[in-house]
């Protein structure tokens, strides 16, 4: 089992910046993939962003490409989503899961997932 804990979010206005955290626990546990979904009232989740276990291999959706970026930290199973020029629209709960089991950008392929952490992009 495994427990992710994310921080970083919060408010900000449009252009700004933020970075989010998420730590997996126990630390004892193989390294993993991870990724980042964001959801909003009243639409699907959106898939936002995905590392690979080594760091090596990134995955963006179009519409963060550019702006955001994921990285791996050097704590075993950390991860970061660096968030420049944000947008109104990236006002959302933005959401860490781990250890997927098929495609990255699905949110289903997902064992693992964190509470959320709030977003909100506004002037």
């Known amino acids: 089992q495994v427990n992710l804990v994310e921080s970083g979010g919060g408010s900000v206005q449009p252009g700004g910046s933020l970075r989010l955290s998420c730590t997996a626990s126990?630390?004892?546990?193989?390294?993993?993939?991870m990724g980042w979904f964001r959801q909003t009232p009243g639409k699907e989740e959106e898939f936002v962003a995905a590392?690979?276990?080594?760091?090596?291999?990134?995955y963006y959706a179009d519409s963060v490409k550019g702006r955001f970026t994921i990285s791996r930290g050097n704590a075993k199973n950390t991860v970061y989503l660096q968030m420049n020029d944000l947008r109104p629209e990236d006002t959302a709960v933005y959401l860490c899961?781990?250890?997927?089991?098929?495609?990255?950008?699905?949110?289903?392929?997902?064992?693992?997932r964190g509470q959320g952490t709030q977003v909100t992009v506004s002037s």
């Open positions: 899961s781990a250890d997927p089991r098929g495609p990255y950008k699905y949110v289903e392929s997902y064992d693992y």
């Open positions: 126990p630390r004892t546990f193989r390294t993993i993939a």
């Open positions: 590392v690979s276990d080594d760091g090596v291999d990134s």
